[in-house]
């Protein structure tokens, strides 16, 4: 089996919620949070690394005696951020890595590590992530819910705001759709090879970064996640809402 890596990307800068992984949930900072999440799922703290492009994280880090990278300031996205510690830190072109994003400290456990195990079991595919199924049609229609269609074998054919697959006899019928779950792992190799590509047309038009891959020809499989998804930390409300809930625990 790969070597299992796993990348916080931790970005202080944030529209809605500048310095986001340093508020402090139980007196440490959102990041270590995520990290636990992550050790939780099996992963050793030694083979998680947090992103970050910001010195008061990289000291937080340290000081909770967790891996950090520091990295470019001009990254477009995670994904970028995520192939520069790859190569800093010279990972082999067969390590996995996990991309686990640095605001979401309720996510599960169980979540990482079936993505990890997808990555095993399909590991003739390039990216891999995961999937739940849509259970309203509200959820069908909202454009803010990423909506993936799947063919056979596991095999993510697109990526789309709208509401997908469509049934042409019935507008309501949402029994074929999924929503995208966003959690990713590839190989070092996939890394590099996504990250090669400049920002496609369908990306650019639907703000979805996995169009880049597919529009492309890399191929990515996805696991269907049934347990409960926690909501991230997109404004300070959210952060609120989880703090209650992880100080509650």
Known sequence: MNKI??????RYSSSRLPGKPLLEINKRPMFWHVAQRCIEAGVPIGDIV???????????????????????NEHQSG????????????????????????????????????????????????????????????????????????????????????????????????SFAFRHVGIYAYTVKSLYQFCSYPESNLEHSEKLEQLRALSNGMTIAVTEYDGDLAHGVDTLSDFHDVKRIIEGM
Do not use: C, H
């Open 79 to 174: 994904t970028d951020r995520i192939n520069e510690v790859a190569s800093i830190l010279q990972w082999s072109s067969e390590t996995l890595v996990v991309n686990v994003q640095g605001d979401e400290p309720l996510i599960s456990p169980d979540l990482i590590k079936q993505v990890i195990g997808l990555s095993v079991k399909k590991s003739d595919f390039d990216i891999f992530t995961a999937i739940k199924r849509i259970t309203s049609l509200d959820e069908f229609k909202n454009p803010n819910v990423v909506k993936a269609v799947i063919g056979n074998n596991n095999r993510a054919l697109y990526f789309t705001r709208s509401a997908s697959p469509y049934n042409r006899d019935d507008n309501t019928d949402f």
């Open 50 to 72: 947090i992103a970050t492009d910001d010195e008061r994280i990289f000291n937080s880090s340290n000081t909770f005696s967790i891996p950090v990278v520091m990295t470019s």
């Open 5 to 10: 890596k796993i990348v916080i990307p931790a």
